[in-house]
């Protein structure tokens, strides 16, 4: 069981109510201060504690900016931290996004050394050195691993269609049937970008025989013919 004080009371009291027998994790939340170890606490059936204290220290903040590999920020990022080295204790992480500027932050850490990842569907998972909460701002950039690059077009007119939607369908390699690739759909993430004009990006994280299909309204479902995509390949 896990609870969390988030309104302390005048004098730094609090009431956490009533709590199921059993062994309990608390969290505290306070604006600039932390726990600096897990506290936990096995409450028996007919428990009154009156003599709990949680000592605060001041909190450690960790923060930074995401970027893509040509130096443009990065927005919707999944930023984790997790606490590391010889003083971590059981696990201390928290999870952040980045914002619309790539920009994150962890504001009430506890103090202590930290490794920092950050991951977004079609790029290569970035993972920052282990190093000390409050040592400075971040710059975490990502590669993507390949981008798929093209455009929809109406087969009779030549004019560019905005999909509905894409599907994309690949061969691992050397996995060929008769010499023809074994195609199967891309179950990874992919970060998809389908724009006005018909033209779209599909970022991906592996390399293969891919093949892209388009669905759009008042058109028969249509493939690409198969194309072979190698690792940082655009």
Do not use: C
């Not at 592996?206 to 690409?224: H, L, P, Q």
């Amino acid at each position: 069981i896990r609870i969390r004080i988030s309104l302390l009371k005048s004098a730094g009291r609090f009431d956490a109510g009533m709590l199921l027998p059993g062994i309990t994790e608390i969290a505290v939340q306070a604006a600039g201060w932390a726990l600096p170890r897990a506290v936990q606490r096995d409450f028996l059936e007919g428990d009154v504690v009156l003599d709990l204290e949680l000592t605060l220290v001041p909190a450690a903040r960790i923060a930074g900016v995401a970027y893509d590999g040509l130096g443009r920020t990065l927005a919707g990022v999944s930023i984790e931290a997790v606490r590391t080295g010889p003083s971590a204790f059981a696990y201390v992480g928290s999870s952040e996004r980045s914002d619309a500027r790539g920009r994150f932050e962890f504001a009430s850490l506890p103090p202590g050394t930290y490794r920092v990842s950050a991951t977004k569907p079609g790029y290569r998972p970035r993972y920052a050195s282990d190093g000390e909460a409050g040592a400075g701002p971040l710059e975490l950039i990502l590669d993507r691993a390949a981008v798929i690059e093209g455009t929809v077009v109406d087969a009779k007119t030549g004019r560019p269609i905005v999909a509905e939607a894409l599907s994309l369908w690949w061969a691992r390699p050397q996995r060929h049937r008769a010499g023809e690739p074994a195609f199967e759909r891309y179950r990874e993430p992919v970060d998809v970008s389908i724009r006005p004009d018909g033209s779209f990006t599909i970022g991906v994280t592996r390399a293969g025989t891919m093949r892209v299909e388009a669905r759009a309204e008042g058109f028969a479902g249509t493939r690409s013919i198969p194309f072979e995509v190698r690792r940082n390949d655009v």
